[in-house]
């Protein structure tokens, strides 16, 4: 079975300064990989996405995650942070040939102070 | 087109009582998904549904947990006699293929058992 572990549970960070949110995984077969985000109260919103083909990844509202395959690694990061990004964000796998389940991580608490 | 609707967004119900959720996800998406998600945590799967058929459920799924999808379009998640282990976040997702893609979530209807 695929697991996802996100290595820190909060991430406090200054208003423009850089921020990376870490993303481990483990998996006999091959995967996807997801980053989503979640604000109070409200569900989760994709972020960005890796399925094949090049292992840098561009998402929404600036962030880009690159996948490391022979560290089983989805790390997200963006180089400078608003205050408007202080959500919760999780990190998911799915299998190739699972039906499209995701198994996502503990998630990582943002907080960005001005 | 709205995105995936859920309903209510807020239920808090007594120890015992039966409880029944709704979603409507996107119409044209033919898988729909569960997921459960406790505070603090990232969500866990509960079952997905292609069109009508329920293709699988997690061992989360008690038996005092079933979900229907009548024709193929909206689907409920009814509880039977809730436990206060049951408060939590019940997230609706669907998706159009099961390409592997990122699939698009509702806000979620939380239910605190009192």
């Known amino acids: 079975a695929q697991s996802v572990t996100q290595l820190d549970s909060q991430v406090p960070v200054f208003e423009e300064a850089p921020v990376e949110l870490r993303c481990n995984y483990s ?3 091959s995967v996807y990989l997801f980053w989503y985000v979640q604000y109070p109260n409200q569900g989760l919103q994709l972020l960005l996405k890796y399925l094949s083909g090049s292992t840098l990844v561009k998402g929404i509202n600036g962030f880009e ?4 395959k ?33 198994t996502f991580g503990g998630g990582t608490r943002v907080l960005v102070k001005p | 087109d709205t995105g995936v609707s859920q309903d209510p967004r ?16 996107i119409s044209e998406h033919n898988r729909l998904y569960w997921y ?7 969500p866990e799967f509960l079952t997905y549904f292609q069109n009508e058929a329920q293709l699988e459920k997690s061992r989360l799924l008690s038996d005092r947990f079933s979900a229907e999808r009548p024709k193929g379009s909206f689907s ?33 209807t939380r239910l605190t058992v009192v």
């Open chain 1, 27 to 29: 998996s006999s077969v």
């Open chain 1, 65 to 68: 995650a690159e996948f490391n």
């Open chain 1, 70 to 102: 022979s560290q089983t690694s989805f790390h997200l990061r963006k180089p400078s942070v608003h205050i408007s990004d202080t959500a919760e964000y999780f990190c998911a796998v799915s299998l190739k040939a699972a039906g499209n389940k995701l």
């Open chain 2, 10 to 25: 807020h239920k808090i119900t007594k120890r015992g009582q039966n409880v029944t959720f709704r979603c409507d996800p």
């Open chain 2, 36 to 42: 459960r998600q406790t505070l603090g945590q990232g």
């Open chain 2, 76 to 108: 409920t998640l009814e509880i039977q006699r809730t436990e206060q282990g049951d408060s939590a976040m019940y997230l609706c997702a669907s998706s159009l293929v099961a390409t592997g893609d990122g699939y698009t979530f509702g806000s979620g």
